[in-house]
């Protein structure tokens, strides 16, 4: 999997940055596994559709329904140049992305 | 009332466009035919963030922008073309008397309510000697938080904020806040997170009584209630257009009672007095310059004629209605939480136990086709009282969602809420 391109971007309200993201395939439960090491993952297999978010403190988080092809990720501005080459890595399955941290 | 969404038909109809030469030019232009106009169409999204902006807008909105763009355009006090009516004027005359305001010329046009805001708050530092008091309550926006700050930094200016109690402003603490230096007071009339109209005729008494300049933001309920600045102790009331008028954004404005209270803050083209140095200082000159949005302020005029159309009444109905249904379906549970259950105007503001607030957001959107508004809404210190300043979810109906579709919505967010809870 990989990132195909960014869809959307806005800078929010509380002033971090909200980037949607085209995957080049449907976002499944082994996607999110590969993305846990970056945060505390959730999975609610119990809503419509099942839905996976992602929480990194102190302010970004990630989301995106399974089976669809977009990501959803928020940043804080100063974190984004940091997070955002990571995130890329790890969708790609690229092993050396173990710990961001 | 019930109100139907129509298929716009559009077909070409041709004109003829003179260059100014003898040889006349076949041009094609896009039109909308109104009178073909059927209903049918659902629109694609569940939409209810008319709070931010209103969406759909009414086919007479949508067909009279269109019509208008086919012609050159009137320009205001400029130009002799004539090919189409003055659109700034008919707009002026539209809000001053929508609005009910004793001059019509003392309704001010500019890009939105942030924009007028600007436009009175800055004039009227201008014009004070001083560095001044003025006072707020904690339900403003940040069109008014800034520009104030932004003084108060500079030394022109002291703010006070003055807390709400519940949903609402007593005039007893906006009282409590006066001091002999309070010269302006900038409240507003309805608020965009917890839709409650605030007593701005019993605030403006006590502030006129005090000589303080009181300017009401109106960008929630314009549209919404029944304003009438012939009767209203306002010294300025600001509105913009793309939400409850029904217009494009793009549009807003203010009405001045005294416009002597604030000096020009924009200088420019007016079409009047070109040979004069500076910038005349009749109305509404006096706070207009350069060239006015024309599609914009057509659709504002074609707004509020389908408001008059509805008439307030049936407006005031809907907005009790459709909050109904959502209060009804969030009631006899704590999976959500909504901030205030009496709301004067068609937005509810709420977080469901177990998830935040753009987790919300986002599960309503893509699963269910709602569009909400999440977060923080420009309004950070009610936020701090309400929600610990995470934000929360707002939903806003118009007059123009229908009640199955608030209904489908309502359902839905209950859901949600007890999907989560039950997990």
Redesign the interface.
Known sequence: MSIVREKNFKNCADGRVKKEYLLSEPFTKETACSLSSFGSANVMEFLKKPFFTLVRPPGMNMRAVLGENTLEVWYEPADLPFSEPVIYRLLEGDPVVQDPS | MEVFFHHVYIKYFTIQHFSGHADAQRVSYPRINTSRMKPAMEPPLIYLNNAATSWPKPPGVIAAVNDALALPFGEAGRSAAGLSSDCVADAREAVARYFHTPETDHVIFSANATDALNTLISGFAINEAGPFHAIISDLEHNSVIRPLRTLEAGGRCSVTVVPSTGARVDPDAVAAALRPDTRLAVLSHGSNVLGSVQDISAIGKLLQDESVFFIADGAQTAGLAQIDLGRLPLDAFVFTGHKYLFGLPGTGGFYIRAPGKAASTRQGGTGTDSRYPLQPQGMPEKFEAGTHNYPGLISLAAGIAFLEETGADAIARSITRQAGIFLREFSGTDTIQVYNTNPDLPVISFNLRDL?N??TG??LR???GIVTRT????APFIHDRIDGGH?CVRISPSILTPDETCRSAAASIR??AD??H??
Do not use: N, P, W
């Open positions: 935040e753009e987790d986002f599960v893509r699963m269910y977060g923080l809404h420009c934000g859901e949600v999907s989560v039950s997990a």
